[in-house]
């Protein structure tokens, strides 16, 4: 028989338990909430409402409810849900988020551990993006890469049967693609993915950088810059047309499947499109790494991730969602629903199928290995997304184009960025 | 000796009696308050609490999900020290000004015309007013297409009809995307000058026109010393706002241009939201945001003072 010092005992200590652990206490959530950005893939948005929510709601009784948001809008989203501290607890991040919401985000290492573990590691790249004080704070489904999207057939009518390795060599190309009445598409204008994928890679290719290592000394002034701005000068003039200094991101799409340009730096979207709804341009759309400077090859960065907000009732349930979510009979079918659009940081998907359906976006999978987030290789925190916010880079290649002296654009964003960096 | 006019005579509550609802409803003074109270309250949710917070954090420096650290002065004289923000400030000030005049000019011809008896004039009236029905965000994607460099219309008919050998870069150039901006913000904001001012100029006796077209004045002069004296005051009103509206301007500017090419279009409230929202940095956005309130605050202020001299 308990006696009642031993009930009391069992009473305060499970009492304390409860207190010190509420999500553990509680009984299972009726269900969560999982806010997406809107996939350029239908079908992957489509296997996650079809297939994994209703799976996982017959296997646990907890329903998924996906918040699909606009492409473009999901900073916005999550700014307002961190802030808040309300609204779904899974949240998609994306490009250098898991560090400027860092304290709105739970420490998810455990789950990413264990998933590293099952699936051969991750990339080492992944790290920069979601690790933040040595804490994962987004688990990695996929990188949206910006290549160069580009038609074969105009580009052999002009004998360049082989997409160009060199930026140099690309704008040879570009002006006879130019004369033919093909000319390129590169955004310069303040969209907030196609701008950036090809100007960073640029300036990094000339040896170009926004800071240093540490983000304290600005770095951008320097003759590496220089070439970079002027090879932007030069490639714009004598390859582009005025337009894509005023382009977003959906104009280089419509200008391409237009058949008005030949050449821009998109993510796989477009041959996407193409073969649904152009089949004929489809046929003769092509994919090809960035062409590589005096001081390499680059890529942008932009890793897809799942975080858990730190408002989340139950943590546990959240992480327990998504350890099932990226298992790889879950995750390995998800990804192949997105049609390789999303190049997975994981290596045992290194040799994925998903990669044998369309062998044309295979670059995607390449460009992992050169690809860096936007401050690089200064740190990604908020410096680098005010910079990001204020288009400096893209301003500073754009004015350029329009006609402004290079020593003017590279003192303007030197200035800018000092002021961003707090650095004299 | 004076004469105070003798009180409105009002049942006194009895005493030791509880005040009754319908009690509490007949007195003038509490009933204009049950009345006003839900506006109120409105306000003070939305208008006043999303202000007076807005000023809490533009003297902060508050990254977003972090703790805000009090700075003063330090974002305003940040942004005072930035090239881009005078840009900004030049931008907003050009495109408030021109699409003020044009709207008001262009609203005061609708208005005239739509005022007279005319065959089919209700249709007229509707139809004129859809530019201002329809939401924003829809009209103005119309519009992205119309500026569209391969689908542009306007490029389409002047290269068709020979006057131009190529089309015009829209929003690539930054002068025509500044015009674009411009256009678009004018045939949006136009039928609710037309529609306000119409609801003055019905307000006119068709007795003063006659009465001046006796004396022998033509329609110029009937309009300048019938029309416009009367309107004078709805036309402040309505000014007042419009310039209220278009410095708040956001939809038009973020769906077409996002400010660019290169800051050519951008103004306070995209840059605000930019520096908020995309870069994380809350305190500085407010004041971006706030940066607007003076110009603002005069403009009411002057036009307030001048309805009451008038």
Same mark, same amino acid.
């Given at each position: 028989?308990?006696?009642?010092?031993?009930?009391?005992?069992?009473?305060?200590?499970?009492?304390?338990?409860?207190?010190?652990?509420?999500?553990?206490?509680?009984?299972?959530?009726?269900?969560?909430?999982?806010?997406?950005?809107?996939?350029?893939?239908?079908?992957?948005?489509?296997?996650?409402?079809?297939?994994?929510?209703? =799976?996982?709601?017959?296997?646990?009784?907890?329903?998924?409810?996906?918040?699909?948001?606009?492409?473009?809008?999901?900073?916005?989203?999550?700014?307002?849900?961190?802030?808040?501290?309300?609204?779904?607890?899974?949240?998609?991040?994306?490009?250098? &988020?898991?560090?400027?919401?860092?304290?709105?985000?739970?420490?998810?290492?455990?789950?990413?551990?264990?998933?590293?573990?099952?699936?051969?590691?991750?990339?080492?790249?992944?790290?920069?993006?979601?690790?933040?004080?040595?804490?994962?704070?987004?688990?990695?489904?996929?990188?949206?890469?910006?290549?160069?999207?580009?038609?074969?057939?105009?580009?052999?009518?002009?004998?360049?049967?082989?997409?160009?390795?060199?930026?140099?060599?690309?704008?040879?190309?570009?002006?006879? *693609?130019?004369?033919?009445?093909?000319?390129?598409?590169?955004?310069?204008?303040?969209?907030?993915?196609?701008?950036?994928? &090809?100007?960073?890679?640029?300036?990094?290719?000339?040896?170009?950088?926004?800071?240093?290592?540490?983000?304290?000394?600005?770095?951008?002034?320097?003759?590496?810059?220089?070439?970079?701005?002027?090879?932007?000068?030069?490639?714009?003039?004598?390859?582009?047309?005025?337009?894509?200094?005023?382009?977003?991101?959906?104009?280089?799409?419509?200008?391409? *499947?237009?058949?008005?340009?030949?050449?821009? %730096? %998109?993510?796989?979207?477009?041959?996407?499109?193409?073969?649904?709804?152009?089949?004929?341009?489809?046929?003769?759309?092509?994919?090809?790494?960035?062409?590589?400077?005096?001081?390499?090859?680059?890529?942008?960065?932009?890793?897809?991730?799942?975080?858990?907000?730190?408002?989340?009732?139950?943590?546990?349930?959240?992480?327990?969602?998504?350890?099932?979510?990226? =298992?790889?009979?879950?995750?390995?079918?998800?990804?192949?629903?997105?049609?390789?659009?999303?190049?997975?940081?994981?290596?045992?998907?290194?040799?994925?199928?998903?990669?044998?359906?369309?062998?044309? %976006?295979?670059?995607?999978?390449?460009?992992?290995?050169?690809?860096?987030?936007?401050? &690089?290789?200064?740190?990604?925190?908020?410096?680098?997304?005010?910079?990001?916010?204020?288009?400096?880079?893209? =301003?500073?290649?754009?004015?350029?184009?329009?006609?402004?002296?290079?020593?003017?654009?590279?003192?303007?964003?030197?200035?800018?960025?000092?002021?961003?960096?707090?650095?004299? | 000796?004076?004469? /105070?006019?003798?009180? +409105?005579?009002?049942?006194?509550?009895?005493?030791? /009696?509880?005040? #009754?609802?319908?009690?509490?409803?007949?007195?003038?003074?509490?009933? #204009?308050?049950?009345?006003?109270?839900?506006?109120?309250?409105?306000?003070?949710?939305?208008?006043?609490?999303?202000?007076?917070?807005?000023?809490?954090?533009? +003297?902060?420096?508050?990254?977003?999900?972090?703790?805000?650290?009090?700075?003063?002065?330090?974002?305003?004289?940040?942004?005072?020290?930035?090239?881009?923000?005078?840009?900004?400030?030049?931008?907003?000030?050009?495109? !408030?000004?021109?699409?003020?005049?044009?709207? +008001?000019?262009?609203?005061?011809?609708?208005?005239?015309?739509?005022?007279?008896?005319?065959?089919?004039?209700?249709?007229? /009236?509707?139809?004129?007013?859809?530019?201002?029905?329809?939401?924003?965000? @829809?009209?103005?994607?119309?519009?992205?297409?119309?500026?569209?460099?391969?689908?542009?219309?306007?490029?389409?008919?002047?290269?068709?009809?020979?006057?131009?050998? !190529?089309?015009?870069?829209?929003?690539?150039?930054?002068?025509?995307?500044?015009?674009?901006?411009?256009?678009?913000?004018?045939? /949006?904001?136009?039928?609710?000058?037309?529609?306000?001012?119409?609801?003055?100029?019905?307000?006119?006796?068709?007795?003063?026109?006659?009465?001046?077209?006796?004396?022998?004045?033509?329609? !110029?002069?009937?309009?300048?010393?019938?029309?416009?004296?009367?309107?004078?005051?709805?036309?402040?009103?309505?000014?007042?706002?419009?310039?209220?509206?278009?410095?708040?301007?956001?939809?038009?500017?973020?769906?077409?241009?996002?400010?660019?090419?290169?800051?050519?279009?951008?103004?306070?409230?995209?840059?605000?939201?930019?520096?908020?929202?995309?870069?994380?940095?809350?305190?500085?956005?407010?004041?971006?945001?706030?940066?607007?309130?003076?110009? @603002?605050?005069?403009?009411?202020?002057?036009?307030?003072?001048?309805?009451?001299?008038?």
């Amino acid at each position: 028989m308990t006696t009642r010092r031993e009930f009391l005992t069992v009473t305060l200590a499970g009492g304390a338990a409860a207190a010190l652990a509420p999500g553990r206490a509680a009984a299972a959530p009726k269900s969560m909430s999982v806010v997406h950005e809107s996939s350029f893939i239908k079908s992957f948005d489509d296997f996650f409402v079809k297939k994994l929510a209703p =799976d996982y709601e017959k296997m646990t009784g907890i329903k998924i409810n996906y918040e699909p948001v606009s492409v473009g809008s999901m900073l916005t989203r999550l700014t307002t849900i961190v802030e808040t501290k309300s609204g779904p607890e899974i949240v998609h991040t994306g490009i250098n &988020w898991p560090h400027l919401f860092d304290q709105g985000l739970v420490d998810v290492s455990d789950v990413a551990g264990e998933i590293g573990k099952k699936l051969g590691g991750w990339h080492d790249n992944v790290h920069d993006a979601v690790v933040v004080n040595k804490k994962w704070k987004s688990l990695p489904w996929g990188n949206i890469g910006q290549l160069e999207n580009y038609r074969t057939d105009w580009f052999k009518e002009v004998g360049v049967n082989k997409f160009p390795d060199t930026w140099e060599d690309l704008l040879a190309a570009g002006r006879l *693609l130019k004369k033919k009445g093909h000319p390129f598409g590169f955004e310069l204008g303040h969209g907030f993915g196609d701008n950036h994928g &090809w100007l960073y890679p640029l300036l990094w290719s000339y040896g170009g950088q926004e800071t240093d290592k540490s983000g304290k000394t600005v770095t951008i002034d320097s003759d590496e810059t220089a070439k970079a701005v002027d090879f932007c000068r030069r490639f714009y003039k004598e390859t582009m047309f005025e337009d894509v200094l005023g382009w977003t991101d959906v104009n280089n799409n419509k200008a391409f *499947l237009g058949e008005q340009i030949s050449c821009t %730096n %998109n993510a796989s979207s477009i041959l996407v499109v193409a073969k649904r709804d152009f089949p004929e341009i489809g046929k003769v759309t092509d994919h090809a790494l960035n062409p590589q400077g005096p001081k390499g090859r680059f890529h942008l960065l932009n890793v897809q991730g799942h975080a858990i907000a730190a408002h989340a009732p139950d943590v546990a349930a959240a992480k327990a969602f998504l350890r099932w979510l990226y =298992d790889d009979k879950q995750l390995s079918a998800w990804l192949t629903a997105g049609d390789a659009y999303y190049a997975p940081f994981l290596r045992a998907y290194d040799n994925h199928p998903m990669w044998e359906q369309e062998p044309r %976006n295979l670059p995607y999978k390449e460009s992992l290995k050169t690809s860096r987030l936007h401050a &690089w290789p200064g740190p990604p925190g908020l410096a680098a997304s005010e910079s990001v916010a204020k288009y400096v880079i893209v =301003d500073m290649f754009a004015k350029a184009c329009r006609g402004d002296s290079t020593k003017d654009v590279i003192a303007t964003a030197a200035s800018q960025l000092k002021q961003i960096h707090k650095v004299k | 000796m004076s004469v /105070r006019p003798a009180p +409105l005579a009002r049942p006194a509550p009895v005493a030791g /009696r509880p005040l #009754s609802l319908r009690g509490l409803l007949e007195r003038e003074g509490a009933f #204009s308050w049950i009345m006003l109270a839900p506006g109120v309250l409105f306000l003070l949710a939305f208008v006043a609490y999303p202000f007076f917070y807005g000023i809490y954090l533009s +003297l902060q420096d508050r990254p977003v999900a972090r703790a805000g650290v009090f700075v003063g002065l330090a974002n305003f004289a940040t942004l005072l020290g930035e090239g881009v923000f005078w840009q900004v400030t030049r931008n907003t000030f050009v495109y !408030t000004l021109v699409t003020t005049v044009l709207k +008001l000019v262009g609203g005061l011809a609708m208005a005239l015309v739509i005022n007279q008896s005319f065959r089919a004039r209700n249709l007229v /009236r509707a139809v004129l007013l859809l530019p201002f029905i329809v939401p924003t965000i @829809l009209s103005t994607i119309a519009w992205m297409w119309i500026f569209d460099p391969t689908f542009s219309v306007i490029n389409w008919a002047l290269v068709k009809t020979c006057l131009v050998s !190529t089309g015009f870069s829209w929003l690539g150039n930054a002068t025509l995307a500044m015009v674009s901006i411009i256009v678009v913000n004018t045939w /949006r904001g136009i039928p609710f000058y037309g529609i306000t001012l119409l609801a003055g100029l019905q307000t006119i006796s068709p007795d003063l026109y006659e009465a001046a077209a006796i004396d022998g004045a033509s329609a !110029t002069q009937r309009f300048w010393h019938v029309t416009l004296p009367i309107i004078k005051p709805i036309l402040i009103i309505v000014t007042m706002f419009s310039v209220i509206f278009t410095f708040a301007d956001f939809q038009i500017v973020y769906a077409l241009t996002h400010g660019g090419p290169a800051n050519a279009t951008q103004v306070f409230v995209t840059y605000a939201f930019d520096l908020g929202m995309s870069g994380g940095q809350l305190g500085m956005g407010a004041a971006a945001a706030l940066t607007l309130l003076p110009a @603002l605050a005069l403009v009411i202020v002057v036009l307030a003072l001048y309805l009451r001299r008038e």
